[in-house]
């Protein structure tokens, strides 16, 4: 499988904080990428996806993409403990192929 | 919109026996469909990819004969753990392709299978 890393974290940061969280890859074909959230016992669900340079914003999350670099991040504004969970970052590369990360455990802390 | 039904949720089997997992995509017609293993604290882990009308392509390392899928309609798939065991117990889930262009990708819901 195509790497994808993640710090696994735990993270730790206060409510109303700026949590970021980091994904680096390694494949140079990777087509765009994809931030899940799992919370425990549960299915991930998708935030927020991402195909071109730059910033993309939605609400408290900015998904950020720099492929010369070959990273992509999350910053989530005003962070709140429901944001509390495991995020995974995806890469969707030719051919179809989706490959995930680690994932990173966020707590955001009351 | 998009959404992928997994059923069952949770499921208790004894050793030995086979546990068939149902995933259907509810407003739209999924052409291909994911299928994941996710043990405790550890991340998603693609076991195959299942195509309407053909074979399943198997990842490296993931018995085909062991977990048999069926992808026969535009809106379901199966996954079926035959003669399960203690070490097969584990988080599945199904994954469906939606959009087009920029396409993404919806969850089921999961299934816990634990094998007794």
């Known amino acids: 499988q195509k790497e994808v890393e993640q710090n696994s974290g735990p993270l730790s940061v206060p409510e109303g904080a700026i949590a970021s969280l980091n994904c680096t890859y390694s494949d140079r074909v990777s087509q765009s990428f994809f931030w899940y959230r799992q919370y425990s016992g549960k299915s991930p669900e998708l935030i927020m996806s991402?195909?071109?340079?730059g910033d993309k914003e939605d609400g408290r999350f900015t998904a950020q993409l720099n492929k010369a670099s070959q990273y992509v991040s999350l910053l989530i504004r005003d962070s709140q403990p429901s944001d509390s969970a495991t995020y995974l970052c995806?890469?969707?590369?030719?051919?179809?192929?989706?490959?995930f990360g680690t994932g990173t455990s966020l707590t955001v802390i009351p | 919109g998009a959404v992928v039904s997994q059923h069952p949720s949770w499921v208790i089997c004894k050793s030995g026996t086979s546990v068939k997992i149902e995933c259907r995509s509810l407003?739209?017609?999924?052409?291909?469909m994911f299928w994941y293993r996710q043990f405790p604290k550890q991340s998603l882990m693609l076991m195959a990819t299942?195509?309407?009308?053909?074979?399943?392509?198997?990842e490296q390392g993931v018995e085909k004969d062991k977990f048999l899928i069926n992808h026969a309609s535009l809106t379901l798939s199966t996954l079926t753990v035959t003669s399960a065991h203690p070490e097969d117990s584990s988080f599945y889930i199904c994954?469906?392709?939606?959009?087009?262009?920029?396409?993404?990708?919806?969850f089921g819901s999961g299934t816990r299978l634990t094998v007794v």
């Open positions: 299942s195509n309407e009308g053909s074979k399943a392509t198997y």
């Open positions: 407003d739209f017609q999924a052409t291909t």
């Open positions: 994954s469906a392709r939606f959009g087009r262009l920029n396409y993404g990708y919806t």
């Open positions: 995806a890469e969707r590369v030719a051919g179809n192929q989706f490959y």
């Open positions: 991402i195909y071109s340079n």
